[in-house]
């Protein structure tokens, strides 16, 4: 398909589940080849039950015949999500990133898997939807990730700033957009290593599964760090691999929480400490990635994501960064007009756009890819 200009905006449903496993997001948006405004934002939590299907299929306890039944369960229930949202004009087209449940971009066998069958939201609201955007960087020898770069180079690039925008959902990845000289921002994207996913695993160990998140960061707030098991896990080599890189709960997951958990135990910490100690380790990995990889003090950062929502993680991130240099201004995106959980789903809902328009999604030097490709594969009613 040929790549087709326009100018007026077209509204598009965006729909991201991320690597946390908590609720779905949704953002109407309208939409141009340079410019994204969200209309409507929305958010549907997984029922109990399909969350513990969702973490064993990431986790790889799924058969073959849970994991077909599920990706066609989870696609019925992204779509009862995009019909009982809010009143709302009805999209002319829909980006569904789907829930990875496998992410592996070694490059001599490189795989990855969203589950979510997108025909049910075809059926449901009977307009083009695109999915599976993933594959096509990954088959053109990139990561497959980060692809929110687009959307923050849309939204957030700046003229004369160093602008650094960081997600922090299950796992955290940074997007650099250095604008300080030339007609066009500089820009870097990776992976910087966990967020959310340890302090999920851990509130739902510690909790029987009541709580599936540190709300208000109250647990970590009690605890007391244990400096050696940080240092520890900072010793991790992905830390300091080169960009482009990319992560999920392969390395920053269950094995990794049972570890932790087991060095807890051995440290006599106790289930404070340990988130504690979780939450400065995450906030410290974001700095070192900062440190060693982006060539440069940004001068802001803006955090989004879940774990922008959690006070103490915030105050490390921006301690750390602060204490590299104290110029740096650390603020939410909430702050600058978007909300924290509707980034997401909005850089899917552009990069439906671009495929729709015929128009490349990735940028080859994020993600490693050989050449710019059109991302994702079109649903049509």
């Known amino acids: 398909m040929s790549a087709v200009t326009s100018k007026h905006p077209t509204l598009v449903l965006g729909i991201m589940s991320g690597t946390s496993i908590d609720s779905v997001d949704y953002a109407l948006c309208a939409v141009t080849e340079t410019s994204v405004m969200l209309w409507r934002h929305w958010q549907v939590g997984f029922p109990a039950a ?17 994991l077909g039944q599920l990706h066609h369960d989870l696609g019925r229930f992204y779509a009862t999500g995009a019909k009982e949202g809010p009143r709302q004009p009805r999209p002319a087209l829909v980006g569904l990133h789907g829930q990875t449940v496998f992410h592996h971009p070694d490059p001599r066998s490189p ?11 075809v059926e449901a609201l009977r307009v083009p939807v695109v999915a599976n955007f993933r594959s096509a960087d990954l088959a053109a020898g990139g990561q497959g990730a980060p692809l929110a770069t687009q959307f923050h180079r849309v939204a957030f690039a700046c003229p004369g700033e160093f602008v650094c925008v960081n997600n922090l959902g299950g796992i955290s990845n940074v997007t650099a957009l250095d604008w300080r000289r030339g007609r ?5 994207a990776f992976d910087t290593g966990p967020a959310n996913v ?15 998140f540190d709300r208000g960061g109250a647990w970590a707030a009690r605890g007391r760090v244990a400096e050696g098991l940080v240092e520890r896990w900072l010793a991790h080599p992905f830390f300091r691999m080169r960009p482009p890189k990319s992560t999920g709960r392969e390395l920053f997951g269950e094995p990794f929480w049972r570890d932790a ?9 106790t289930r404070y400490d340990l988130v504690a100690t979780l939450t400065e380790f995450t906030a410290r990995s974001v700095a070192l990635n900062y440190r060693l990889h982006l060539g440069g003090m940004p001068t802001r950062v803006i955090l989004t994501g879940g774990g922008a929502a959690n006070p103490q993680l915030l105050n490390r991130i921006a301690h750390q960064l602060r204490a590299w240099n104290g110029r740096i201004r650390v603020l939410s995106s909430d702050e600058v007009g978007w909300p924290l959980q509707a980034i997401e789903a909005a850089a899917f809902a552009l990069l439906a756009f671009y495929r729709w328009r015929g128009l490349p ?21």
Request: overall charge positive; some cysteine; glycine content about 8%.
């Open 111 to 121: 795989a990855t898997l969203q589950i979510g069958e997108p025909a049910w939201l």
């Open 361 to 381: 999604g990735n940028i080859p030097s994020t993600t490693g890819a050989r050449r710019a490709a059109m991302l994702g594969q079109l649903c049509r009613p």
């Open 184 to 188: 066009e921002p500089r820009v870097q």
């Open 50 to 66: 399909l969350r513990r299907r969702l973490h064993g299929a990431a986790r790889g306890a799924a058969s073959a015949w849970e």
């Open 198 to 212: 340890l302090l999920d695993l851990a509130l739902r160990h510690f909790t029987r599964g009541r709580w599936h």
């Open 261 to 269: 958990l087991a060095a807890s135990v051995r440290a006599k910490l």
